[in-house]
């Protein structure tokens, strides 16, 4: 059966973002002249390292449980994830006092796992792959009966990510480009409808790794393309994107660039010694793009979401 469009507009990231505003942090937006002077730009940091949870997805996931009526919501809620969105979901689920199961790849990191765990939530743990993921979801919601909050193709889900956008052009409104890491595409179709509707010139960018390049290649041929994935170390991004996040990512997005592994360690490790702050791989990818000059940044003034702070501070990846 083929999946509805998703609808998402401006109208409801505002309202998305009225109703999670109680349950969330209005992060930081930091700057560095060392980062500014490295990259010939303006930078401004969206530090979402410092949300509720540890990471964006506590934006998304905290306006798709709240929005849920009572009677959905007493049956409770479920979704597969890697990580953060698991442990989003199973905190806004713990807010609101009802049932979460969260469907987790067997290697997920040890400190998302324990982050679900912290919540009270459910945990079913199942081989790493896409379609091990869905069917251990389905089997969950089959014998619970609770809600699919999906981490990307759901629309409350992306409008509740597009509120980091908002806040960042509500702090520095003359920015000339926003740019987001992209995997299933929720957060970069929240900041693409976002940053369009407040700033219509803005640029909007992606960045991926070249080793989970679907969204890329997808964004460049002008259709869907879903590719098995080598390995990257950027584990929220591992997931092809969406086809309701495809069709808003044709409409409202710039372009779509690709970053190395070795860009990825790089951008995350100048973070942490130069801001004084920790991210996760995922989060630096974006960065990345601009250490390897994919992106035309000189004298430009550009807003960067780094999505999330969760690492593993036992298997850091310069220390591998």
Avoid at 88 to 112: E, F, Q, T, W, Y
Avoid at 235 to 260: C, E, H, K
Avoid at 270 to 275: L, Q, S, V
Wanted: proline letters at 3%; hydrophobic letters at 45%; aromatic letters at 4%.
């Amino acid at each position: 059966m083929r999946k509805p469009e998703a609808k998402l507009d401006f109208a409801a990231i505002r309202a998305a973002h009225r109703r999670i505003r109680p349950h969330i942090h209005r992060t930081p937006v930091l700057t560095s002249s060392r980062l500014n002077d490295a990259s010939g730009a303006c930078l401004f940091f969206k530090c979402e390292n410092f949300q509720k949870g540890g990471a964006f997805k506590a934006r998304g996931a905290t306006n798709a449980v709240f929005s849920l009526d009572d009677t959905a919501a007493r049956r409770g809620v479920a979704t597969h994830s890697s990580g953060n969105h698991g442990s989003a979901v199973a905190r806004a689920a713990k807010l609101r006092g009802i049932p979460a199961h969260i469907v987790m790849p067997s290697n997920s990191a040890k400190v998302k796992v324990r982050a679900v765990e912290s919540y009270g939530a459910q945990i079913v743990f199942c081989e790493p792959t896409q379609a091990a993921r869905e069917a251990a979801c389905a089997e969950v919601i089959a014998k619970t009966g609770a809600i699919l909050i999906h981490s990307f193709e759901n629309e409350h889900v992306m409008a509740g990510q597009g509120t980091a956008a908002v806040e960042v052009l509500e702090d520095v409104s003359d920015l000339d480009v926003v740019i987001c890491p992209v995997g299933g595409g929720g957060l970069l179709c929240g900041t693409a409808v976002a940053a369009k509707s407040i700033r219509p010139e803005i640029k909007v960018v992606a960045a991926e790794p070249v080793n989970a390049d679907d969204a890329a290649q997808s964004f460049h041929a002008g259709r869907l393309i879903h590719s098995k994935k080598k390995f990257t170390i950027a584990d929220g991004l591992r997931t092809n994107v969406g086809a309701p996040n495809f069709a808003i990512i044709q409409q409202y997005v710039n372009d779509i660039v690709t970053v190395s592994e070795e860009a990825i360690v790089r951008a995350m490790r100048t973070i942490w010694e130069t801001m004084k702050i920790i991210v996760e791989l995922s989060a630096a990818v974006s960065y990345a793009a601009i250490i390897e000059n994919k992106i035309d940044l000189v004298g430009k003034r550009a807003g960067i979401i780094l999505t999330g702070g969760n690492v593993d501070l036992d298997a850091l990846p310069w220390t591998q």
